[in-house]
């Protein structure tokens, strides 16, 4: 075991692991991230917790994280390369380890253009792939960076992301598998609607062997709205709606109903995708209809391990 | 080597003259020239500007390259009409203003602000290439500098952001990293990306502090 997490857990076994989104709020409230946490404790194994997700301000996910640490859910802490420089995101390595925190995903962070905070300076100190190396480097070498010690132990399950859907095609296999070089634990995906390219990248994904190397979960975010359907497909770059789900949507009598039925029918077609071990879904304000999926997709109870 | 520069609102440079009554201006022939921010027509066009809030023109000029030493030569040769002069507007890049500021004895004012090194990519449209980062990367990346040209600087590219060509930031901007993969595609050399390119030594950018050569 490489941090001991539930959610390594859960993978190493074999079993399919489930994972969500709370995305934390744009105040100092603890009772939002402690809803979602109650709301989510029993339908899955561990829970994402953004990182300014968007570029805009919000409640930092180690605070996040450590909120939900204290319900006893497993977080998942996010951390962006855009706001942190290689010394603030190696002390946050170590005071999340500090507080428990296992899990950490590794990303890049979106640009902050379009964040409330278009003036600032970024830093993209080092990039999402030398972050993994990062975090690597502080877990099995117990080296900083620089090269000097890190007194103790630094247990941790590292995470990245994963766009099938980005161009070019063929280079995203080629991109995972420079994450997996740098020592990724596991993947979680961007939103899958597209099965079929889904499954076509996972093919290629398997053909390379890197499905045995690092634990591959599928992105889901579930639609509740056709204009929410529409945005995700003209404005949330990376992402591709099929038009087969956006007219669903269009027909649909109740719009809710039809997205979370969607959702399931994803799930279960990526569940036999060979080399998917779980599913990660992103429910971005509409947390309330994971229970139910998750149940109705027949992935309860998760297991205590 | 060209300077990227664009004119500064003129409630900024009304700001920066403050009380000064009397106004000389320099223009830059070179790089200000070729942007329009700087060559003859936008130095009249700014005395006329300078004129309507009241204040007067000493005098002007166009330095044939502003960062130059020579600037000096052409300083002394307008030395009485600068004399004459509160302060000295520079529509030249910040180097210009620099040079100009090394010369002179009075408050030295900026009238544009200085983007990027860049060059005309179409006629009228100007692109960044080059950050001056101190440790060259280009012959891993096609000749297509990463730093500059994508919006992260990623060293390992392209994110997941990269939809058909383009950057998620615009519409309008290429990604670089799919510009760098054509490229190596083209020249066989897609291999490359698949090494990883190690995490970088910023010291001898800017972020080292000043930077200086001694030969
Ligand atoms: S890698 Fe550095 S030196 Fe080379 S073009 Fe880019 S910014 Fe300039
Ligand atoms: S889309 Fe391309 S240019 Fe834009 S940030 Fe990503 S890799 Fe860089």
Known sequence: MKAGTNLEKILESGRFAVTAEAGPPKGASAAVIQRKGELLRHCCDAVNVTDNQTAIVRMSSLAGCVLLKQLGVEPVMQMVCRDKNRIAIQSDVLGAVALGIGNILCLSGDHQKFGNHPTAKNVFDIDSIQLIQTLKNMRDEKKFLCGEDISGEVPLFIGAAANPYADPFEFRVVRLAKKVKAGVDFIQTQAVYDVAKFARWMEMVTERGLDKEVHILAGLIPIRSVGMARYMRDYVSGVSVPDEILTRMEQAKDAKEEGARIILEIIEQVKEIPGVHGVHIMAVGWEDVIPQVVEQAGLLPRPVL | ?215
């Open chain 2, 1 to 215: 080597m060209k300077t990227i520069t664009e004119q500064k609102p003129f409630d900024e440079i009304k700001a920066a003259l403050g009380e000064a009554e009397k106004v000389y201006l320099v223009g830059c022939g070179t790089c200000a020239t070729m942007c329009h921010t700087g060559g003859k027509s936008e130095l009249l066009g700014m005395k006329d500007k300078v004129e309507t809030i009241g204040k007067k023109v000493t005098g002007w000029m166009v330095i044939p390259t502003a960062c130059d030493e020579l600037t000096r030569d052409a300083l002394i040769e307008s030395a009485e009409d600068i004399e004459a002069a509160d302060c000295i507007l520079v529509m030249a890049c910040a180097f210009g203003v620099q040079t100009v500021t090394l010369y002179l004895n009075k408050p030295v004012y900026p009238a544009l602000n200085t983007l990027f090194i860049g060059r005309e990519e179409s006629p009228g449209c100007f692109t960044e290439v080059c950050m001056q980062c101190g440790s060259c990367v280009l012959a891993k990346t096609a000749g297509i500098c990463p730093l500059v040209r994508c919006a992260k600087s990623l060293l390992n590219g392209p994110c997941g952001g990269s939809v058909d060509g383009k950057c998620e930031i615009s519409p309008d901007t290429s990604c670089a990293w799919q510009l760098i993969y054509d490229r190596l595609a083209a020249q066989g050399q897609l291999d490359k990306l698949e090494e990883i390119e190690p995490i970088k030594d910023w010291s001898t950018s800017q972020s080292g502090g000043p930077r200086k050569v001694t030969l």
